[in-house]
Nanobody, 124 residues
Framework: QVQLVESGGGLVQAGGSLRLSCAAS????????MAWFRQAPGKEREFVAA????????DYPDSNTVRLTISRDNDKNTAYLQMNSLKPEDTAVYYC?????????????????WGQGTQVTVSS
C-alpha cells in the first residue's frame, strides 16, 4: 500500500504562488508516474499535471501557460507542484495520485493511489 499526504495549500491572493508537496510512504513510488488533479465544488476532478517515473517527461493541460511546474524527488519519495500567477479559478482541492505504471496520464482511471487533498483558495 502507498499513503500519500499533500501539503502546501492555503489562501493566497491572485497573482501569488504556491508550492504543493506530495509525500509518499509505505512503498517506494520511484518507478511509478505521479500526477496532480484538482476538484472545485460542483465540478469533476480535473487533470493538472503529470510526470513519469524518472522525471524527464511531464504533461500539462493544453491551457497551461507555463504557470504550472511538476517535479519529483525520488530519493524523498515526493512530488511537487509549483503554481505561479494564481487566479481565483484555480481555487480547488488539489489531489496527488500515483500511476499504475511508470508513465503519467490525464486519465483518473490510470491511478490507483490518491491523497486526501489540500485546499487551495485564491482570492481576487
Amino acid at each position: 500500500q502507498v499513503q500519500l499526504v499533500e501539503s502546501g495549500g492555503g489562501l493566497v491572493q491572485a497573482g501569488g504562488s504556491l508550492r504543493l508537496s506530495c509525500a509518499a510512504s509505505g512503498r517506494t513510488v520511484r518507478y511509478r508516474g505521479m500526477a496532480w488533479f484538482r476538484q472545485a465544488p460542483g465540478k469533476e476532478r480535473e487533470f493538472v499535471a503529470a510526470i513519469n517515473w524518472s522525471g524527464d517527461s511531464t504533461d500539462y493541460p493544453d491551457s497551461n501557460t507555463v504557470r504550472l511546474t511538476i517535479s519529483r524527488d525520488n530519493d524523498k519519495n515526493t512530488a511537487y507542484l509549483q503554481m505561479n500567477s494564481l487566479k481565483p479559478e484555480d481555487t480547488a482541492v488539489y489531489y496527488c495520485a500515483v500511476s499504475k505504471n511508470g508513465h503519467g496520464s490525464r486519465n483518473v482511471n490510470d491511478y490507483d493511489y490518491w491523497g486526501q487533498g489540500t485546499q487551495v483558495t485564491v482570492s481576487s
